[in-house]
């Protein structure tokens, strides 16, 4: 006996009716799955308002690199200025804190237009230890924020290059 024969709805002696789909505990689950993957992935990168999905879900897109100067994190902020930027540095952690507010007023002959929308942004880098804090340095361009965190001289005399040898 193999378990297909086991389960109701594979079994081919049952009626058509009887054998549906709409019976079976696992094209329930199935279905059950379907729609919760589909309700987030219905949600993910839609705008919330005019704002761009980053600012829906809090989090900006947002890249790290190590190099041998420091570390270079990179943040996409469309849309915002300087103003509405806020970076915080620990021993630990870069914190890079934002908000947008985002008014239309228009008005046209046989119509009046008011929209408003918000959001948030926030995001925390953890960072390696030797970062020399203070002598980080953040730049906003073209909605992108560059922060520049060098490694302390202590931290760099301290890089040993060791050598690679084959087996």
């Known amino acids: ?3 297909k024969d086991m389960l109701p709805w594979a079994r081919k ?3 058509a009716e009887s054998r549906s789909d709409d019976d079976s505990p696992i094209a329930s689950l199935q279905r059950e799955m379907n729609r919760v993957f ?4 219905s949600g993910a ?4 308002g005019n704002l761009p999905a980053a600012f829906a879900t809090g989090a ?3 890249d790290v690199v190590e190099t041998e100067g420091g570390v270079e994190v990179t ?3 469309p849309g915002m200025e300087e103003k509405d930027i806020e970076v915080t540095l620990t021993d630990e952690a870069v914190t890079i804190r934002g908000e947008k507010k985002i008014e239309r007023k228009e008005e046209k002959k046989g119509y009046y237009v008011s929209e408003r929308s918000y959001g948030t942004v926030f995001r925390t880098v953890p960072l390696p230890s030797g970062v020399d804090s203070d ?5 906003f361009r073209n909605g992108v924020l560059s922060v520049h965190l060098p490694h302390s ?3 760099r005399a301290k890089v040993k290059k060791v050598a690679v040898k084959s087996a």
């Open 75 to 77: 943040v996409e902020l």
């Open 153 to 155: 001289s202590e931290a």
């Open 13 to 15: 002696d049952l009626p």
């Open 60 to 62: 900006p897109r947002t």
């Open 38 to 41: 589909d309700s987030f992935w």
């Open 135 to 139: 002598k980080a340095e953040a730049k």
């Open 1 to 3: 006996m193999q378990i």
């Open 45 to 48: 990168g839609r705008p919330f």
